[in-house]
């Protein structure tokens, strides 16, 4: 059984974000950055208990981004980072772990290799902590003239999670405590005269500063190979509506002439409502009938671009993207094949996706049933997306 600590820092009250929640608490793909922070953790064989040092005033966020997690009781941050790391090192004692590992809640995306790097590195030193080689050449500037370039030889960029014995790294605080300014741990043990050695951490391991920052950790989690099938939705829709007197149908945006009309609520344009379906289902959000209801009159020959674009809408929000979407209608007649390159251009206009990520089709069901007998057309969408 691992005596291993891990003790994550959230009690700043991150202010360059330009929010009025701390950037910690904010759901980072629905996840609150601090719980993404910790689930590598929670979920790491060699780390047996976590410890959140957060700001009390910020209860009830706690909470909420704490739920469900095994966590031990949350103790109270102080003024300085330094000071915080403290106090969650003495909440410790009573435990005495071997090892702790600290960790910033601000690096969401630290992954179970980086911090199993640091624990295989403590077997050869007291302190390791993840960082990157510095790869960009580096300049030293004044008024953004060069004065002259840095060699990067041997330079790293510091992460966390900073591993240390516990006995070890509790002591170095406990001198620093009434000195000046440490921007981490590393610089603590320093300070005592520890041996800290280097493991390697992930270039996607990066710090939460800026919304920059936020929305590039967004991205991450979008394309990592390691997530990538998590974010992966697929929705599919189907609808069916009958024909009825008129003179033309609107399918898929595009009004095409008919000797016949399709009886709906809505202008009943069956292709459109297969796919805003489709997409429903992939955010798992229920089906058009619940987010347009027939019985509201609002809806009445209501154009169906409405439907759609509050379906695009939603994956929006959870800052999604539609990847792909593909349409098969279903009729005998009209010959819908002549309209294929104007319905493309009409659903990607609502969609705001280029022509080459929709695809449209039409068959017929060689004369058999409804479809086959001319009585209506039906439609069956899948669409294709991505969340964070
Ligand atoms: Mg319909």
Redesign the pocket.
Known sequence: MSRNAAIIVAAGCGSRIGSDMPKQYLPLGGIPVLRRATLAFTEHPGIASVTWVINFDDRDLYEESAGGLDLLPPVQGGVRRQDSVRLGLESLVELAPDKVLIHDAARPLVDADTITAVITALDKATGAIAAVPVTDTLKRASDGYIENTLNRGGLWRAQTPQGFGFAEILEAHRAVANSSELTDDAAVAEQAGLDVVLALGSENNLKITTQEDFHRAEKILMTDSTTTTAGLRVGSGF?V?RFTDGDHITICGVAIPHDRGLA?H?D?D?GM?ALTDAILGALGESD?GQHFPPSDARWKDANSEIFLSHAARLVAERRGRINYVDITLICEAPKLAPHRTSMITRMGDILGLPSDRISIKATTTEKLGFTGRGEGIAAQATATISLP
Request: proline letters at 0%; aromatic letters at 0%; zero cysteines.
């Open positions: 609808d509506h709906g809505s009943a069956v409502h058009i």
